[in-house]
């Protein structure tokens, strides 16, 4: 069974719940407000309540917010970004934890995949500062908590995806001269979907992978590095 957590998206979440029942399989979605810390335990107890565990938990929430140089980004929109997107992660592993080291002890093996970003390594284009540090943040989070978790049977990993289009990121924070540029550096000459990183996500997730932990999966077509 799967649950979904959403903030604002509540049609995309309905949407997705059509698509389970379609395929047969069990489903759930959940709204809440994980800048908040008692919304993000009354999640991950709504979570386990329903699925009767956990054995994997999928980190992705988080957004730009705006694009602000750093004259632009004060202390508010600075704290704002960072809770988004990192604190949120630290609040939602911390709650699921002993699940998941429960899971890995009875069912051999829990897994946690953190989203961060190509800006987390690369930088980011112009007015990505206060994401881009905080999507490097996930990276070393990921790296130092594979270290804590992997004694008690949880793999923590991180995927970092380039240009994903047709995204509600791209779709608000990227324009199509920027899509365009940024595609033409692409040496496949296309940028990423949804499924690109789906697939990843389900294959750091898997137990198919289980000597796999404090990575980080690209999903750029070759762009970092470059």
Known sequence: MTTIHYRSSADAARGLEAEARALNRRYAHIAADLTQAPECERLVGEVV?????????????????????????????????????????????????????????????????????????????????????????????????????????????????????????????TTPESAKATVAGIPLGRGGNADDVARAAVFLASEYDGFITGATLDINCGVYGS
């Open 49 to 173: 309540k329903s699925l009767g565990g956990l054995d994997v938990l999928m980190n992705n929430a988080g957004s730009l917010v705006a694009r602000r140089t750093l004259a632009e980004a004060d202390d508010a929109f600075w704290g704002n970004v960072m809770s988004l997107n990192v604190d949120s992660v630290r609040r939602v592993t911390r709650a699921t934890t002993p699940h998941l080291v429960a899971a890995a002890k009875t069912r051999g093996g829990a897994s946690i995949v953190n989203l961060s970003s190509l800006a987390g390594r690369k930088g980011g284009h112009a007015g990505s500062l206060v994401y881009s540090t905080a999507k490097g943040a996930i990276l070393k989070f990921t790296r130092a908590l594979a270290n804590e978790l992997g004694p008690q049977g949880v793999r923590v990993n991180a995927l970092a995806p380039g240009l994903i289009l047709s995204t509600s990121f791209h779709n608000t924070h």
